[in-house]
Every structure is written in structure tokens, then in C-alpha cells.
């Protein structure tokens, strides 16, 4: 697991729901075949209302066209980020695009516990509405072992809340391997 993670922010809004992560039209791509999972990197966001984005006037989508991967490194969101339904194909597409971690006010359990589970990034709670403090494209800093943010476009912190025992999973890579590490479930072989 990496505990530095600098780069690019991407801001959205409030209430971000699974189906603007990724559109339900665009989940009958297969996660197992490589060449079909890299659209849901390409997809990934495609859902989210401009006034979501946090875009300015003529900025770039999250994906950029043609692309599978996106630009950005780390999301910055408000309250209750992956609501609507469970399905763990959003915390997934994120990964595919690039995300390595989301900090955001609040999250939906159910989004969070995908995300945790399946390794697919590290979810941070900011203890502050960081929506207003951070622009799309500035460049961050998140050290996750301090639960510190930095603005480096603006060379401000803010601190997050700590990961408390699902750390221990994040590092591990997902719940299974933490299962494993723990003697919960056999080695796989």
C-alpha cells in the first residue's frame, strides 16, 4: 500500500451516486476480460452532471476522450459519496481510471465497505468541506499514515479522519487477503 499519494484532484459535489460513477448502460463490459475492462475506466464519471464536476469554464472531463485512464489521482467529494446501489462496479471503475484514493465528507456505507473490501483505493473522511478549499487540478499531497491533506497548488492542510481497523485492510489489498494474513481463511494454493 502506498501511504504518500501525490497527485492531480478532481472535486465533486454532494450526494454522488453510483450511477454517475458509472452509468448502468456501461456495465455489461467484463471486469475479466482486459481488453473490456478498460472501459470502465473510460466511463468512469461519465455520469455526473456538469454542475457536479467541479469544472472551470472550458476544463477537462475526469476521462479524457479515447482515453482508459484518467489524469487525476485522487477525488475530493461532499456528503454521502457511491450512494444509490451497491454495485461494487463503481469502486472498481474508479480504480481502472487511475484513483488511488477518495477523500470525501461522507461516504454511503455500502460504497464504502466495496471500496474497503476490494481494495480498489483507500476512502479518507475529511473533517472539513474540502469542496470549497480544493479546485479541480490542483495538486495534492495525501499522507495517509499522518491523515493529512495538502493543497500543494495552495500549500494548505487539512486533517483527516484516521482509518482506524480497516487500515489494516487497505494494506493487505482487500478483505481476503487480510482473511488470509489472519488465519480466518485457508492460503489459497
Known amino acids: 500500500m502506498q501511504t504518500v499519494i501525490e497527485g492531480l484532484a478532481y472535486v465533486l459535489g454532494d450526494n454522488i451516486d453510483t450511477d ?11 471486469l475479466t476480460d482486459p481488453e473490456e ?17 467541479g469544472l472551470p469554464e472550458g476544463g477537462k472531463p475526469f476521462v479524457d476522450e479515447g482515453q482508459c485512464a484518467s489524469n487525476y489521482k485522487i477525488i475530493i467529494g461532499g456528503k454521502n459519496f457511491g450512494c444509490g446501489s451497491s454495485r461494487e462496479h463503481a469502486p472498481a471503475c474508479l480504480e481502472i481510471a487511475g484513483i488511488q484514493a477518495v477523500v470525501a465528507e461522507s461516504y454511503a456505507r455500502i460504497f464504502y465497505r466495496n471500496s474497503v473490501d476490494g481494495g480498489f483505493f483507500t476512502p479518507l473522511e475529511s473533517q472539513t468541506l474540502l469542496t470549497d478549499e480544493i479546485k479541480t487540478g490542483d495538486s495534492v499531497k495525501l499522507d495517509i499514515e499522518r491523515s493529512l491533506l495538502t493543497n500543494l497548488s495552495t500549500n494548505k492542510s487539512y486533517p483527516l479522519n484516521p482509518l482506524g481497523d480497516v487500515l489494516e485492510i487497505i494494506q493487505a489489498g482487500n478483505i481476503f487477503e487480510y482473511a488470509r494474513k489472519n488465519g480466518l481463511i485457508p492460503q489459497s494454493g
Open 20 to 30: 454517475q460513477i458509472i452509468p448502468a448502460e456501461h456495465l455489461v463490459y467484463s
Open 37 to 53: 475492462k478498460k472501459n470502465y475506466g473510460r466511463y468512469a464519471l461519465s455520469g455526473v452532471p456538469a454542475a457536479n464536476a
